[in-house]
């Protein structure tokens, strides 16, 4: 997915050090995944069930929800596979809060989310925010331990004073180009749950900003909307 580079030095502790940043880079896309998940959502009729000629079902072999490509996006489609359970359908999801329902076509209901509220942005912005900082500290340490670790190999004369040298600019890059990774992704998920309505802490998240259309996250991007599909029940 995303990529560190060894421009300065190939040595064993800025090796080490990338692919520990990586892992953390990976697992902080699948913790920004989760904020704000729309799996709720999608498994809203997973639980419910239905009586069909005086029997239990489960609803969900009835209907499904259907996302779209844009889980984050304003509306979604509910699919009817059984007429007989749409009323059943447009209750449940009154229920749990989704009254605006197009059933027009009664095999497609097109549902459009209510809107957050600004305490409901201001909470997810800051979910994300806690997110990235956390990450953030995470990478700062592997860069520490590295660094702890070159030291260590200096003083018992295991490594070079040059190569050392090298290590240590290689290991400030890794860490500079880790963190803005962070911002970036922080920004994209930002954007995808609230829009455009992003505060910024300064004039380098705002430049950061500008960056998350960028190629090298278009794979990142996808996969913070990804939603992943749930184990039958």
């Known amino acids: 997915m995303l990529k560190l580079s060894l421009r300065k030095s190939d040595d064993s502790y800025s090796t080490a050090a990338m692919e520990r940043m990586l892992d953390e880079i990976n697992a902080?896309?699948?913790?920004?995944?989760?904020?704000?998940?729309?799996?709720?959502?999608?498994?809203?009729?997973?639980?419910?069930?239905?009586?069909?000629?005086?029997?239990?079902?489960s609803m969900r072999d009835f209907a499904e929800v259907d996302l779209g490509p844009d889980p984050t996006a304003g509306t979604f489609t509910v699919v009817v596979h059984n007429e007989t359970v749409l009323s059943a359908v447009i209750s449940i999801l009154k229920e749990n809060g989704f009254i605006n329902i197009d059933s027009s076509d009664k095999r497609k209901l097109k549902v459009v989310k209510p809107r957050l509220t600004i305490q409901q942005e201001e909470d997810l912005e800051n979910q994300v925010k806690r997110l990235g900082k956390s990450s953030l500290q995470k990478v700062s340490s592997i860069k520490a331990d590295a660094m702890q670790r070159l030291t260590a190999a200096i003083k018992a004369e295991y490594i070079d004073a040059p190569v050392a040298q090298k290590a240590r600019v290689q290991l400030d890059e890794l860490f500079d180009e880790a963190r803005k990774h962070i911002a970036v992704l922080s920004l994209i998920r930002r954007k995808q749950l609230i829009g455009g309505g992003i505060s910024f802490d300064g004039p380098e998240e705002e430049a950061m900003y500008r960056r998350i259309g960028d190629s090298a996250y278009k794979e990142a991007t996808a996969a913070l909307l990804k939603v992943e599909a749930s184990v039958a029940e």
Request: proline share 3%.
């Open 28 to 57: 902080l896309i699948s913790r920004l995944n989760e904020a704000g998940s729309a799996l709720a959502t999608q498994n809203l009729f997973h639980r419910e069930t239905v009586q069909i000629e005086n029997k239990p079902r």
